[in-house]
């Protein structure tokens, strides 16, 4: 008999089907061995692996005395609570309770952490009635699942009310607390709670609490944070380094994040996403671009998410090359096209002047939103395609996509680009207008006024300015300008200068347009107050740039910069171009 359970246990393991594993179950019966513990905890293990076998574990569970051992009957919840169909945790939980089984202290976190992930708020709130009945609410073990389930499912007040309740409060009842409120998105109140700890954090607290410093942008505490990580001797982790090169990143102090990069023993591909990801929303795409060529060399394949990343650095730097060779990644490696690539992809194409590429990737394209027509919409615009810009528009709200505020705004400047006035004037109103009944922002007045003021509508533009909730920018203010300029309104553009002289900017582009308009209109003066004005607020203008693509890599080149190492040459080549242009 000993060694036929051993044999059972060794089939067991090597099984595959049910209807293999039938006819072991109906030798461990035919044995007296189907109430054996170590048989019965193997049979569930096999069993727990699909949700299609649902009923049969159950009734096997039948043949088991759970007052010998609850293990079996526990272990089967855990294991479809760790499955794709967590529900059917809470299922089989009933089931067995139905058919006689007594829940004990271990049962109750095994279906709480299955309520967590399909966030069963009602089935969660029914175990807790379970274990008051059972007098179950002072076992720490039980109490730190409620506190967390509470947390994730976004009852806060209620985790914090069993938390408070807790005679005992260990690190996982303080890391259930804050983890579950980083889920529920409440990062302020995480961050809060950490700072109240009274025990010694772990690995999951810390990752927890510098993922909430991170969306909250709270550097100073985040890199007190990063501070007790180091001295707890945790910053080699990589878990725990990921999170704080992200927290960093989100903290738009890339020189800290790049730091801590590098200081990292081992690196994954989460920890170059932060970093290249990082590079590329904080308008550093250059950077991004090599960083990913450092990646490659290191043999590393890079993810959808990177991918997308990656598009949209080229996007801002006009690398076609790089774009190109990201889309032929993509199809090389058979990555599944999704959303955010398609998206990504359509955007570096429009920016890059491939508009037809661009219309090419959108048709082809399984599926879309929001974004992904505002994308198509941008670039169109961009390329002064109005019309067709305008019957896509129209294709979108017929496909059932509800237009943002980014959609109106790519349509009125594809308007505003090629000069289409009426359809400006209704795309603007129908904004506006039930049913999308839109707030338009700054820049949806401005390309507004720029389409009125282009057409000479001076009236109508200054009637929409009044209308407006905000102080007008120096761009609206000096599209009107140039059509007062333009029908010789003296008196008009005099009233203009004098408003615009009295606004206060923190942008260095608008000074320098501000000097710029004045110089224009002959008053040097302001021009040079204006240029003084910088000077005594410290703002420091930023120097112009251009960008070219040469055989794949993209060069930069600033105002006044020589540190090329091509610079004599791309000088002589300079000169020789501009000889050549005057002859």
Aim: glycine share 8%; with cysteine; net charge neutral.
């Amino acid at each position: 008999m000993h060694s036929l359970k051993w044999v059972l246990l060794d089939l067991i393991g090597k099984c595959k089907t049910l209807s293999c594993f039938k006819q072991i179950h109906a030798k461990t019966v035919t044995s007296g061995l189907a109430c054996n513990d170590l048989v019965a905890t193997n049979v569930v293990k096999f069993l727990g692996k699909s949700a299609t076998h649902f009923d049969y574990a159950c009734d096997f569970l039948k043949q088991v005395d759970w007052r010998v051992s609850s293990f079996p009957f526990n272990m089967l919840i855990s294991g479809y609570a760790n499955g794709e169909n967590a529900g059917e945790a809470v299922l089989v939980y009933r089931r067995i309770v139905r058919d006689g089984f007594r829940p004990d202290m271990f049962t109750i976190p095994a279906v709480l952490k299955s309520c967590v992930k399909f966030l069963g708020m009602g089935e969660g709130r029914q175990v807790h009635g379970v274990v008051v009945k059972m007098g179950f609410q002072w076992d720490v073990y039980v109490q730190n699942s409620l506190v967390y389930f509470y947390s994730v499912c976004g009852e806060c007040g209620n985790a914090c009310k069993v938390f408070d309740e807790m005679r005992v409060r260990d690190v996982v009842s303080w890391t259930g607390l804050v983890s579950g409120h980083v889920k529920a998105g409440l990062f302020g109140e995480a961050v809060s709670l950490f700072l109240r700890m009274d025990v010694k954090p772990n690995v999951a607290t810390f990752v927890s609490v510098v993922v909430a410093c991170g969306r909250m942008g709270y550097l100073n505490v985040g890199k007190g944070v990063h501070g007790l990580i180091l001295k707890h001797s945790l910053g080699m982790d990589l878990v725990v380094g990921n999170a704080v090169v992200d927290m960093y990143v989100k903290c738009e102090s890339l020189c800290e994040a790049k730091r801590v990069f590098d200081e990292l023993p081992e690196r994954d591909i989460v920890s170059w996403t932060s970093l290249i990801s990082g590079y590329v929303q904080c308008k550093r795409p250059r950077e991004s671009l090599d960083l990913f060529c450092s990646m490659q060399t290191m043999g590393i394949e890079p993810d959808k998410i990177m991918l997308s990343s990656v598009l949209s650095a080229c996007a801002s730097l006009g690398a076609l090359d790089n774009g190109r060779w990201v889309h032929e990644y993509i199809d090389r490696k058979g990555i599944k096209w999704d959303v955010h690539i398609g998206t990504a992809m359509i955007d570096m194409y429009a920016k890059c002047g491939c508009i037809n590429m661009a219309l090419r990737t959108f048709s082809e394209l399984p599926c879309g939103n929001v974004s992904t027509w505002n994308a198509l919409l941008g670039g169109l615009a961009m390329h002064g395609h109005g019309h067709e810009a305008l019957k896509k528009f129209e294709e979108m709200t017929r496909s059932g996509i509800r237009p943002n505020a980014v959609t109106f705004l790519a349509v009125l400047t594809a308007c505003c680009h090629s000069g289409l006035i009426d359809e400006g004037r209704g795309c603007f109103y129908q904004m506006i207008s039930p049913p999308h009944s839109l707030s338009p922002r700054l820049e949806h007045y401005g390309c507004m006024v720029d389409v009125l003021c282009r057409a000479g509508l001076l009236n109508e533009a200054q009637k929409l300015i009044n209308t407006m909730p905000m102080q007008p920018d120096v761009l609206i203010l000096g599209a009107l300008l140039s059509a007062c300029k333009a029908k010789d309104d003296a008196e008009l553009s005099q009233e203009i200068l004098d408003r615009l002289l009295q606004l206060e900017w923190q942008d260095s582009g608008v000074y320098v347009l501000l000097s710029n308009i004045f110089a224009a209109n002959k008053r040097w003066a302001d021009a040079t107050r204006i240029r003084r004005l910088m000077k005594k607020r410290g703002i420091q203008k930023a120097p112009g740039s251009s960008v070219i693509e040469v055989d794949g890599k993209a060069h930069e080149f600033l105002v006044g910069d020589t540190s090329h190492p091509q610079n004599e040459d791309i000088h002589v080549v300079l000169d020789i171009l501009a000889n050549t242009s005057q002859s």
